[in-house]
């Protein structure tokens, strides 16, 4: 890594607004559409979960499509923002439909508008999906190879600034003393507030975000380091990823899906377990689930400087272990103990931290094995891979909790981790150099 490359951290938190949009959209929503459909419009719960998990589904397909559009737009606001102005503008004029449709349907309820309203959530999906891809792949389009792991770990940060601000926000404007045993609950204003964190990222990112020169100096960057693009020239002057890159891309994107199908199994059932195995209450459980996600976004950025002293394999390989081993933990201990002990939330906060190791560098080793033209259609196989598991996983892991024991989820999830820690070792390619420093050059990641 050359000596002077640093991250220029102000240009990554500035990026980092698209993606502060996008989750605390998707905060809201998942929070607040289910409450809609079973309160508002009575749906059965299993039809409120098909529809909770189409926006999964539509990303199989939307993300790569996306993606891959917008690494062929030409524009002078360049390849990525039109995506995000078009998609969050949408996704604006559509999310603020969602109140006014509840409250029509609460006064006069009539099928016209339940299905106007699912009509509505699918267009909301599509906006969304349009510019997701181009929102994430913004970050490596202006950030140089070697300094990928660090800026994705601030733009994972400011995704977590996103969901916490939604989260204030809904806890100050919604307490349980204006919900509880209330008829029904106007979402407008919260709806309003969301829209405006939205508009408001899109004005840093549309006006303070110089895509097109930043992406100029990356790609100055490239050409000036040829030996980090590890496409070759074919004999038609194309550039295609050699057989042994390809192989390395395979196996990382399998072992995105396993650790997602460990992970995500553990975020969907957690609450149900704890109720069955511990007694625990909702919030009980739920604090577990909160102290994993402050461990993770308190080592986000560590774990990008870690990273560029170990290599992205590395840390990711020793996430993998924090992780399995945290998970065997839990099971062994519920194997001896049938009721809580506070000092399991040490070991949540392991898997936090371990999930930030895995989190922060596996999207830079995916994005490190294409060329700049192909940002955008790798980011789409990333999530390709990692939506497939969040779809499967909740189906897998609940048939065997309802058909054998809800003491077989930590097993499951330690067992995904640990067959992702197999096809980690067969991934050759997508690291980046171990930076070694002395002296007080070990002190200039901390201005």
Known sequence: MDKQLKLNTGQ????GFAFLA??????MYNNVIPLILTKTFHMDKSISGVIMAADNVLALFLLPLFGGLSDRCRSKLGKRRPFILGGTV???FLMLLIPFLDNAYFREPKQSLRIIFVCVLGCILVAMGTYRSPAVALMPDVTPKPLRSRGNAVINLMGALGGIIYLIIAKIMYPSSRTQDAAHVD?????????????LSLIVVMFFVNEVQWNADMLAYEKAHPEENLAVETAEHQEQLPQAVKRSLLFLL???????????????WFTTYADAVWGMGLGDASLCLTIATGGAILCFIPSGMIAGRLGRKKTIMGGILLMTASFLSVFAYTCVCDRFHSALYILFFLVGAAWAFINVNS???????????????????YYTFSMTAQIVTPVCAGTLLERVSCMTLFPYCAAFALLSFVTMIFVRHGDVKAEVKHGLEAFEDLE
């Open 12 to 15: 990554t938190v500035r990026v």
């Open 22 to 27: 996008i989750l605390a959209f998707w905060q």
């Open 90 to 92: 949408a996704a604006v």
């Open 187 to 199: 979402y407008l204003p919260l709806f309003l507030v969301v829209a405006g964190i939205m508009i």
């Open 254 to 268: 399998f072992s995105v899906a396993l650790w997602f199908m460990g992970y995500n199994a553990m975020e969907t």
């Open 363 to 381: 999207l830079p080793m995916v994005l490190e094995m294409c060329k700049g033209s192909e940002v955008g259609r790798f980011t789409g196989f």
